[in-house]
């Protein structure tokens, strides 16, 4: 039962330009979700984050988009760099969970310089 | 401030061993959650300690415990080890209840022989 979905298994993208991470979820439950970005045996790394009274959120280069109704939040990097490849993982959780994460599978971003 | 700490980065152990493993989270913050990361499977919910009692838990085998002492640190036990146990094992400590960022480790890489 996935309930997190990023359908996109990986996105190639010109350093400057936007990238677009997708991310669909089926549990309308949720209410509060989050972005990582993680490298290969390390930790995610936390991104920003949005409730789900909110329908935007910004930090710096970040922007997430939530779409209650759709059940869709997509996160915008603008403008891309080459640091900024690496595995992005969409994860949401709901109060009646406490601080379980639901995790997406990951789209893998790749900045060509 | 200091990030999220695990211990030990790297292990290997023999089938049907057990193993620890120790996450100690951002100063204040009182809530613990364990993740396992597999190639098959993403990241998983294991289970979330918030002041000392677990709170929430993932599908996973009573094979898998854990515990949080009374400084909010927490370990994982892994008894009878399976090859398929192999993984990284990720801590995220969070300073609230419920809905807010969690902040993870840079995880415990097992290896089961």
């Known amino acids: 039962d996935q309930q997190v979905k990023q359908n996109s298994p990986s996105l190639s993208v010109q350093e400057g330009r936007i990238s677009i991470l997708n991310c669909d979820y089926t549990n309308s439950m949720f209410d509060y979700f989050l972005w990582y970005k993680k490298y290969p045996a390390e930790g995610p790394t936390f991104l920003i984050s949005i409730s789900s009274i909110k329908d935007k959120n910004e930090d710096g280069r970040f922007t997430v988009f939530l779409n209650k109704s759709a059940k869709h939040l997509s996160l915008h990097i603008v403008p891309s760099q080459p640091g900024d490849s690496a595995v992005y993982f969409c994860a949401a959780s709901s109060m009646e969970y406490g601080n379980k994460l639901v995790f997406g599978a990951g789209t893998i971003l790749r900045v060509k310089s | 401030k200091a990030g999220v700490t695990q211990t030990p980065r790297y292990l290997i152990k023999t089938r049907g061993q057990q193993v620890t493993l120790s996450c100690s989270p951002i100063?204040?913050?009182?809530?613990v959650s364990w993740y396992q990361q597999t190639p098959g499977q993403g990241l998983q919910f294991l289970f979330e300690?918030?002041?000392?009692?677990?709170?929430n838990k993932g599908n996973f085998p009573g094979r898998f415990s854990g515990r949080q002492f009374s400084n909010s640190r927490s370990e994982m036990n892994v008894s009878t080890l399976e090859l398929g146990d192999s993984a990284l094992y990720l801590c995220a400590s969070s300073l609230k209840g419920v809905n807010t960022e969690a902040f993870f480790g840079q995880g415990t890489r097992l290896t089961v022989v």
């Open positions: 100063s204040g913050h009182r809530s």
């Open positions: 300690y918030f002041s000392e009692t677990q709170r």
